[in-house]
Structure formats: C-alpha cells, structure tokens
C-alpha cells in the first residue's frame, strides 16, 4: 500500500568539500510521525553505502548538468536480516554521512553542485521493531511503501 510517509530526507543546507573521488554528504532522515517507525534500509539513505547505490543524484549549479556518480548493483540477501531494519523515534532524526563516489575528472574545484536524495521506501512500520513479527519483516507484511524525495544541498568543491 502506498501512502505519504511520515519521514523527512534532509539534506545540509551548503557544505564545502574537497575536491576528491569521495564526497562526503551529510544526511538525515526525520521521523515526523507520533510513533515510532521501522524501516528496512535497502535502498534508502540510511543503508551502509547508499552514496554508491543510484539513491543522491549530482547536478552542476551552474549548467545544471547530471554528474556520473559511480554506482554498484547489490545481490539481496532474501529475507532481509534483522540489522537492515531500523527503528526511528517519534519526532527523532537520525544523521548520517554517505560518501558519493565520482570520477575526479567529472567535478572542477571552486564549482557548486546540487545533490538531492531519491528512491523509494520498500517497507515502513508505524511501530518499534520489536514489535514487528518475524513473519511481517520477511514479506514486509502490513508494511507502507512509497517514495521519497530530498530538498536539494548545495556541495562547494574546493
């Protein structure tokens, strides 16, 4: 079922970063919601290398011209494991920094780029983790979907 999800992708505002294959992006996920909330992490901002798989898309402030972002494809693991999920407080943020990965070739010192995070919520509970059965986490079992959408960050190469 796909609704309006209680989560906010926040980007920072303006960061400054040197300039290397690895830039770092600080991120946060804020759940506006009165409960708490469980999300499986695949996919989104919150899963370990997430800077690598397709989720932050790079654009020049200035031609506004996509960035190449280098990315993998991930084998899943089926059913997701216990430590994919996480929980988020009601009205909690959790930070978070992922690093993009582009070819230094791509991206000019004293340049701004764009950034903005996109994707796609697979499987979101409206209540703690624990209480979540085992049966709800393998096939995402009373689970809300839908997509998710950043403001935009402004990255300064120096």
Not at 56 to 76: C, F, G, N
Request: charged share 20%; no cysteine.
């Amino acid at each position: 079922m796909e609704t309006t999800i209680a989560l906010q992708v926040l980007l920072a505002p303006h960061q400054t970063v040197p300039l290397t294959s690895s830039l770092p992006i600080e991120i946060s996920i804020h759940n506006a919601a009165s409960t708490p909330v469980t999300i499986l992490d695949r996919n989104t901002p919150l899963e370990p290398g997430a800077g690598h798989l397709g989720v932050l898309k790079l654009h020049d402030a200035q031609t506004h011209e996509e960035v190449p972002i280098s990315t993998i494809s991930a084998s899943r693991v089926r059913p997701p494991l216990l430590n994919e999920y996480i929980e988020i407080p009601s009205d909690a943020t959790v930070k978070k920094t992922l690093e993009l990965r582009v070819d230094e070739k791509d991206i000019q010192a004293g340049r701004e780029y764009m950034v903005r995070a996109e994707g796609y919520w697979s499987a979101v509970w409206y209540t703690a983790l624990g209480d979540i059965t085992e049966e709800q986490r393998d096939h995402s079992l009373n689970a809300t979907t839908g997509e998710f959408l950043s403001n935009v960050g402004r990255v300064k190469v120096e």
